[in-house]
């Protein structure tokens, strides 16, 4: 007797250790990959003769999200995605940050990683940032475990250098030496908009100067680290975050897929970031982790026309509060838990993924803080039953520009109202037909001048992160700024 009786005291003694891996291992994993600049019509699943086979499949295997909301521009787009409130209420700013800017996203904003962090997950961010390139606005201490990427966008640096100009066009010859603007120099909101020599980050860590040559390789080396990360942490439940710089001006695919589209540069850049998503996809499958895990595939706000983006059927452009500059295409990925072949046209926007992916891993929502988003899990899951999101607020900066209730879209400067399930391209205005719907609609707007105010920065807003001395992480001669990163050598 004392043999089993041992056995079973043994395993009595492992059985917490036991019990917590199992429910380690039954969460879910999470992948978002973020997109930049995508516009509404760039997929083959939307219409688009850009040849998008991963991306279509990932649609056809998921449910594609028809009313998925981000914001105009970069920067509040991915601070609302990440800290679960409007870009207004986390990240109040005009615009977007530039680099050495005195401000960024607040340390004392609780992400999506430190969420999922606090509840045992490996954390990874992979691509660009931009929500603050000082070192405490860094993603290493807003709960990622690893980062590898630009701190902003791939535009922003000397002309010279290619930010400003599409792959093969002519360089502009570097300019004389850049005088040192002081510290204090900004635009009012700690926002400096000087372009020093862009940077690439491993960590907190400058490991690189980019150039036009380097350019043409992100996708791909980021695609790289993402399956890394994968293979990596099978084992545990992860949360990875891929924010591609592509399909940003400038444009730059990589040899492999120069000329393969018939749009150009940009398909052919969309269709890299094709191949990106079917590496990350084909990964899950063959570790069998696909029934384990939801993917997310959204872009940061609508496609810039002007740089030859289409938004079809969407009305209006990047920048903008119409639905081309701020309606993004999304997909929600989970084979056997989320419906394969659906559609949903259910208001989902930024701010809802960090409840969505909370709820489903079985993790606490931050304390004491405010949140715009809700859980949209059961939308995700196809629930019949589910009442979504009714009400969505299209904030410019700081200017509250439009409100949606369900169908209705009021654009407040002008009085416009929009039947949106009837004409997606705010074509024909029916206010004077709906004078009820306007009142309502109006009403909403105004109570918001008691939280985020409909101008300017309301009582809700939370206060934006700051540093004393901000400076660029590359200056104009090369020199990284040791004080901020850590002793580097310079980068001619």
């Not at 089993?4 to 891996?21: D, H, M, N, Q, S």
């Not at 983006?309 to 500059?325: F, I, M």
């Not at 654009?411 to 929009?418: N, S, T, V």
């Not at 004078?435 to 101008?455: P, S």
Request: aromatic residues 6%; proline residues 9%.
């Amino acid at each position: 007797m004392k043999l089993p009786l041992l056995a079973t005291f043994a395993v009595l003694a492992a059985a917490p250790g036991l019990i917590c891996a199992a429910e380690t291992t039954a969460r879910p994993n999470f992948v978002v990959i973020n997109i930049d600049d995508l516009g509404y019509r760039e997929l083959g699943c939307w219409g688009s003769n850009n040849r998008t086979p991963n991306i279509d499949r990932m649609a056809a295997e998921g449910r594609k999200l028809l009313s998925h909301y981000a914001a105009p521009v970069c920067s509040p787009s991915r601070a609302s995605l990440l800290t679960g409130s409007y870009p207004k209420r986390a990240l109040p700013i005009p615009h977007v940050l530039f680099p050495g800017a005195a401000v960024g996203l607040n340390p004392d904003e609780v992400t999506i990683a430190e969420v999922l962090k606090g509840a045992g997950y490996a954390t990874g961010c992979i691509g660009k940032w931009h929500l603050g390139d000082q070192r405490p606005f860094l993603p290493l201490q807003q709960g990622f475990d690893t980062y590898y990427g630009l701190p902003y966008s791939n535009d922003m640096g000397p002309a010279s250098e290619g930010v400003k100009s599409n792959l093969g066009a002519p360089l502009p010859a570097a300019k004389g030496p850049a005088k040192k603007a002081p510290a204090e120099a900004d635009d009012g909101n700690g926002i400096r908009m000087n372009q020093p020599p862009l940077p690439l980050l491993e960590g907190n860590t400058v490991i690189g100067r980019v150039r036009a040559a380097d350019q043409p390789a992100f996708t791909r080396a980021y695609t790289e680290r993402a399956v890394a990360f994968i293979r990596e942490r099978r084992e545990r439940p992860f949360f990875l975050y891929l924010a591609h710089n592509a399909v940003h001006f400038p444009l730059y695919p990589s040899p492999e897929f120069r000329g393969k589209s018939p749009n150009g540069l940009l398909g052919d850049w969309i269709q890299e970031v094709d191949w990106s998503v079917g590496q990350v996809l084909n990964v899950l499958r063959e570790l069998g982790l696909d029934r384990r895990t939801l993917v997310l595939f959204v872009s940061d706000n609508g496609g810039p026309v002007n740089q030859g983006a289409t938004n079809t059927p969407l009305r209006g452009s990047k920048g903008s509060t119409l639905e081309g500059g701020i309606r993004v295409p999304g997909i929600a990925w989970w084979p056997g838990t989320v419906p394969a072949g659906t559609s949903t046209r259910a208001i989902t926007a930024m701010c809802d993924v960090l409840p969505t992916l909370a709820a489903l891993a079985g993790a606490a929502l931050p304390a004491g803080r405010r949140l715009d988003g809700v859980d949209q899990s059961q939308i995700l899951k196809g629930d019949p039953k589910t009442r979504p999101r009714d009400t969505f607020l299209y904030h410019r900066g700081f200017a509250l520009e439009a409100v949606r209730s369900g169908p209705w879209k009021l654009h407040l400067a002008k009085g416009e109202l929009y039947n949106l399930d009837d004409d997606i391209g705010e074509a024909r205005n029916v206010a004077a037909d709906h004078a009820d719907v306007v009142r309502r609609l109006t009403a909403i707007a105004a109570a918001t001048d008691a939280d985020l105010g409909r101008e300017g920065i309301g009582p809700g807003c939370r206060p934006l992160g700051r540093v004393e001395r901000p400076a660029p992480l590359i200056a104009a001669d090369g020199t990284v700024r040791a004080d901020a990163i850590g002793p580097q050598p310079k980068f001619p």
